[in-house]
Nanobody, 124 residues
Framework: QVQLVESGGGVVQAGDSLSVSCSASGRTFSSNVMGWFRRAPGKEREFVAAISWSGGTTKYADSVKGRFTISRDNAKNTVYLRMNSLKPEDTAVYYC?????????????????WGQGTQVTVSS
C-alpha cells in the first residue's frame, strides 16, 4: 500500500510562484502515472497535471498550461508541481494521486491512491 503526503502549500500573492511536493512511501511508485488535482471552495475536484512513469510525457489542464510544471524524481519517490504566475482562481486544496496504471488520464476515477491535500491560497 502506498501512502502519499503533500507539502509546500501556503499563501502567496497573485503573480507569485510556489512549488508543492508529494512524497510516496510504502512501495515504489516508479511504474505508475502520477497526477495532481485540485478542489476549490464550492467546486468539484478537477484535474491539474499528470506525468508518466519516466517523466517523459506530461499532460496539463488548459487552465494551467504554460504556468504549471509537473516533474518527478523516482529515486526520491517524489512528484512535484511548480506553479508560476499564480492567479486567485488557482486557490484550492491540491492533491497528488497515484494512477492505477501507466496511461495518462484526467479522470479522478483512474487514480487509486490519494494524499490528504495541501492548501494553496493566492491573494489578489
Amino acid at each position: 500500500q502506498v501512502q502519499l503526503v503533500e507539502s509546500g502549500g501556503g499563501v502567496v500573492q497573485a503573480g507569485d510562484s510556489l512549488s508543492v511536493s508529494c512524497s510516496a512511501s510504502g512501495r515504489t511508485f516508479s511504474s505508475n502515472v502520477m497526477g495532481w488535482f485540485r478542489r476549490a471552495p464550492g467546486k468539484e475536484r478537477e484535474f491539474v497535471a499528470a506525468i508518466s512513469w519516466s517523466g517523459g510525457t506530461t499532460k496539463y489542464a488548459d487552465s494551467v498550461k504554460g504556468r504549471f510544471t509537473i516533474s518527478r524524481d523516482n529515486a526520491k519517490n517524489t512528484v512535484y508541481l511548480r506553479m508560476n504566475s499564480l492567479k486567485p482562481e488557482d486557490t484550492a486544496v491540491y492533491y497528488c494521486a497515484l494512477a492505477w496504471g501507466t496511461v495518462l488520464r484526467v479522470e479522478a476515477s483512474s487514480y487509486a491512491t490519494w494524499g490528504q491535500g495541501t492548501q494553496v491560497t493566492v491573494s489578489s
